[in-house]
């Protein structure tokens, strides 16, 4: 059985399209749309979005398109950087959010959150600047056909991990393995894919990406490592200052990467 089951599905018109659902909000609650941003930064986890959107600058923008979990803008005018949270976690609820904010007009697109290490060299609150994603999702192959591992922009890539090596805390670069179904995933996998160097194992990456180069839009991803599978027995540790202040960094980078200068050409 090939995935997905209709064969040749990424080449075929979609019924729906997100730049439709936009205008029946446009037209049925009278929405104006977005401001202009530079970008915005999707993140998964409720605490640190409300702790970040309380802290100076930030405000939150009423919207019919992110009304059920939050939109917060940074900055006015050609400076402010959006961030949305509060959606859920997992490949299915940020592709939806990508592709209604990109049918709104925003072109460059950062994701932040926690991932899993695989690899026995990486310690709590490390970054990590993905560089391709593993396509082991169920979204991404209705977006693009073939290949095992999907991009993020190249150009936007660069800038995240030129702001990110400006903090005090370990860097790294390199893959991520997307899966959505936690607990299945296998000890004869992780093994794989610590023997194939993959750093992380996250669980929307591969499927950002993908939307991301259908769209046309630049995406770029980053994480702080909570957690170690790269050992004999799972190693959480969720509630490590080290991991608050990993995600502190990285929306200090992500702000000031989407505020540099898009490259030409929409791979941003």
Known sequence: MSFPQYSGKQELTPYLSPEQWVAYLREAA?????????????????GFVDRVAAGPGWQELESPLTSSHGFYVLGEGASAVGMVGRFGIGAPAAANRLEDLAAA??????????AG????????GDLVVCTEAVRDDGVSHHYLPGAARALPSAGLTDRLATELARQRRPLHRGPTWTIDAPYRETVEELRHYREQRVLTVEMEAAALAAVAEVRGVGFAAGFTVSDSLAGDSWSPHFEDPLVDSGLDMLVQAAVQTLRGEPDPGGNA
């Open 105 to 114: 007009g925003v072109a460059q697109f950062i994701a932040i959150g926690l």
């Open 117 to 124: 290490a695989l690899q026995p060299e990486m310690g709590i």
């Open 30 to 46: 009278g929405w104006e749309g977005l401001p202009p941003l530079r970008g915005v930064i999707l993140t998964f986890s409720p």
